[in-house]
Structure formats: structure tokens, C-alpha cells
């Protein structure tokens, strides 16, 4: 009687699994696929949903071999060989080159190279990076001082949450992006994304980015009302709306959120599908921990 009780529990538990065998093999498959066959930054996207997961299979194989040479994709072939590098002297590697990318004031990609160091947590603060988040303006401006505040330094990130009252919406919406990528916001900062988050209007094409910011920053009393928010751009949002909208719910754990971002996986666009991937993956991960 007692082994029957444990095998019809072990069932029970079995069945309320979120994220089925299935769906699991389903969504590495489309990050796999999206690995091999998709074109530049929607093959990073992919690389580093797989790295993100635990999947890291044969990504830094394959951007081996991608071109180095190519302005913009570039940074993002250095940005995965840094996350995917075996060692810390390897992704230091990536990491300078992609800081030279910022000081040279003749390359074409300076923009992408400041977003790249943000997310990878670089910081730096060679003379050009001070003078660049000092006389910039719009969304570069917001990227340089995300890799000042990236030292964790108070007024450093006091001067990235200014660009939040930016009256361009593409300033805002990169200056909310940066801060989704920190762990914690100070209060003030919070404070003026929350601000942020209830003035961005609701036709803003970077509504989303400040609404994922403040979802993933935000006490748990308060999701609710932001996950509501958050929902319909998994529906009608374009390619970056909804990959930002996945994004965000992948980082909070909710089975909930499973059947939402499942039938991205037949969008027709293949970053979305692999946004939607990435997403249940982690929202599985940090379920079964």
C-alpha cells in the first residue's frame, strides 16, 4: 500500500511538470537549429540563449569560425566567444577587443561595442569612455554609461538613471535595457524607473524595454500588474518587442508564463522563436533548482 502511495505521488508530481520532455527537446531544438542556420546577430541571440541555459554545446566551435573582420557582427562574435571562453584570460581576450572597438573614434560600431561591454559587466574608465558618456547624446550616450555603471559606483549609475527623463524614447528605452541586465537597482533608481515605466506612453515603441526593466526589479506584490502589461506584446509586438517581452518573463519563474510564450515557438520569425526558447528553458531551469 505504501509503494502504490509513492509511485501515484511520483505520477502526480510527474504530470505537474511545466515544461513536458517534449517541449524541452522542441525548444533546444530551435535554439540549435537557430545556431546553425540562422544569419548574424539572430545567431548570437541563439549562441547565447544556449549558454545561458547550460546548453553550451558546440557555440564556441562555431564562432570560431564566424568572420571577425565585419563591422557590428563583429561584437557580436566576440561577445559570444567571451561568454563561451574557457577561461578567464580568454574572455579578457574578447573583452579588449571589443574596448578597442569603443576607443577608436573611426570605427562604425562604437554603439554596439559600448551595449556589448554593458551586458558582459565591463567597466572601464579610459579617458575616451569619460569623455563619451559626458558630450554623447541618445541611446550611445546611455550605452557608454551603462559601462560606467557597471563599477557598481553610486553616481555612475545615477548618471545612466538620468537619461530615464530623456525625451527620446529610444534614450529611455536603452537606458531601462541596461538596467534590466543589473542585479539590484539602488532605491532612487528604482524610483525614477518606476517613474519611467508609468509615463512611457502606451503607443512607445520602447515601452516594452521599461516595462521588463521594472517587471524584473519589482517586488513580488507588484508583477502582477506588470506581467499583465507585459502579456500582449507577446501577441502583437514586433521581433524586438516580443523577444524583450520573453526575455522577461524567463527571468522571473512562473509556470504560468509556459503556455504564453509556447506558441511563440511557431512565430514566423526565427529570433522570436528563439527568444520563446530561451525562455521556457529558463524558466524550467529555475523551477527544478
Given amino acids: 500500500m505504501f509503494l ?73 562574435v566576440w561577445r559570444v566567444l567571451a561568454q563561451a571562453a574557457p577561461d578567464a584570460q580568454e574572455r579578457r581576450k574578447y573583452e579588449d577587443k571589443i574596448l578597442a572597438v569603443l576607443l577608436d573614434p573611426k ?74 541586465f543589473f542585479k539590484t537597482l539602488r532605491p532612487a533608481t528604482a524610483e525614477k524607473l518606476n517613474a519611467a515605466a508609468d509615463k512611457e506612453p502606451a503607443d512607445s515603441a520602447w515601452r516594452t524595454h521599461v516595462l521588463s526593466a521594472r517587471y524584473l526589479h519589482a517586488s513580488a506584490s507588484e508583477r502582477h500588474c506588470l506581467r499583465e502589461s507585459l502579456q500582449p506584446y507577446l501577441e502583437t509586438g514586433d521581433t524586438g518587442q516580443k523577444r524583450e517581452a520573453c526575455a522577461a518573463l524567463g527571468r522571473v519563474p512562473n509556470p504560468a508564463d509556459i503556455p504564453l510564450l509556447t506558441p511563440l515557438l511557431d512565430d514566423p520569425d526565427r529570433d522570436v522563436r528563439a527568444g520563446a526558447a530561451e525562455a521556457v528553458l529558463l524558466i524550467e531551469g529555475s523551477l527544478k533548482k
Avoid at 572601464?124 to 559626458?134: K, Q
Wanted: hydrophobic residues 40%; aromatic residues 6%.
Fill in 107 to 180: 570605427a562604425p560600431d562604437r554603439l554596439h561595442a559600448a551595449e556589448t561591454l554593458g551586458k558582459l559587466g565591463v567597466t572601464s574608465r579610459d579617458p575616451e569612455v569619460l569623455r563619451l558618456a559626458r558630450e554623447e547624446t541618445g541611446p550611445f550616450q546611455a550605452m557608454v554609461r551603462w559601462v560606467l555603471a557597471n563599477s557598481g559606483n553610486e553616481q555612475d549609475e545615477a548618471a545612466l538613471a538620468e537619461l530615464l527623463t530623456s525625451p527620446d524614447a529610444y534614450t529611455r528605452g536603452c537606458t531601462a535595457y541596461a538596467m534590466r
Fill in 4 to 76: 502504490l502511495l509513492i509511485i501515484s505521488l511520483s505520477c502526480a508530481a510527474g504530470a505537474e511538470e511545466p515544461v513536458s520532455q517534449d517541449l524541452h527537446h522542441r525548444c533546444l531544438s530551435e535554439l540549435r537549429d537557430t545556431l546553425e542556420r540562422g544569419e548574424e546577430f539572430v545567431k548570437v541571440h541563439a549562441a547565447e540563449s544556449l549558454l545561458w541555459t547550460g546548453h553550451p554545446d558546440n557555440v564556441r566551435a562555431v564562432f570560431l569560425n564566424e568572420p571577425q573582420d565585419v563591422p557590428k557582427y563583429r561584437i557580436g
